[in-house]
Structures are given as C-alpha cells and as structure tokens.
C-alpha cells in the first residue's frame, strides 16, 4: 500500500503561484509514476500531469503546458506541482496519484493510488 498526503492548496488571485505538494508513503518503491489529477465543480476527475519516478520523463496535459511544473524528490519521497499564471479555470480540488504502470499510461484508471486532494481556488 502507498499513503498519499497533498498539501499546499488555497485561495489565490488570478495570475499567481502557488505550488502542491504531496508526501508519500509506505510502498513507495513499488510505484513507477506519479501524477497529479484534479476534478473541477460538477466535473469528473481529470489528468494534469505526471512524473516517472526517475524524473526523466514528464508529462501534461495541453492546458496547462508552459504554466505547471512537476517534480519529484525521492529522497523525500515527495512530488511537487508548480503552477504559475494561474487561471480561473484552474480552480478544482487536486489529487496526488500513484501509478504501478509507466507514465504513457496516463487515464485515472492508470493509477492505484489517491491522496484526499486538496483545494485550489482561483479568483479573479
């Protein structure tokens, strides 16, 4: 079993920074991705980016190419999501994921494990 714990959540002004962090533990060496998802009002959850456990390789969904950063730190066993140029539209709660399968796998079901998420809102 892998224990995930997303913090770092808030209110922000559009335009801002803010950067997520997520503390895993337990099995950690069994995981080879991890990612962060989030799930808009009225919305299903959707991928935002992902990070193999190595860090050699990224992905991210389009909308949020150029503005978000995720990193990972594996002696901490931590993953960051740095976003800046924050949107309005970016406003969702956000959760950490650990998957067992390797980052071209990038749908939800992809993914074995779930933080409880955490809240970022967006004003304008």
């Known amino acids: 079993q892998v224990q995930l714990v997303e913090s770092g959540g808030g209110l922000v002004q559009a335009g801002d920074s803010l950067s997520l962090s997520c503390a895993a533990s337990g099995r950690t060496d069994s995981t080879v991705t991890m990612g962060w998802f989030r799930q808009g009002p009225g919305e299903e959850k959707t991928f935002v980016a992902a990070?193999?456990?190595?860090?050699?390789?990224?992905k991210y969904t389009d909308s949020v190419k150029g503005r978000f950063t995720i990193s990972i730190d594996n002696a901490k066993n931590a993953v960051s999501l740095q976003m800046n140029s924050l949107k309005i539209e970016d406003t969702a709660v956000y959760y950490c994921?650990?998957?067992?399968?390797?980052?071209?796998?990038?749908?939800?079901?992809?993914?074995?494990?779930w933080g409880q998420g955490t809240q970022l809102t967006v004003s304008s």
């Open positions: 994921a650990a998957s067992l399968l390797l980052i071209d796998c990038s749908g939800y079901n992809c993914y074995s494990y």
């Open positions: 990070i193999s456990r190595s860090g050699g390789m990224t």
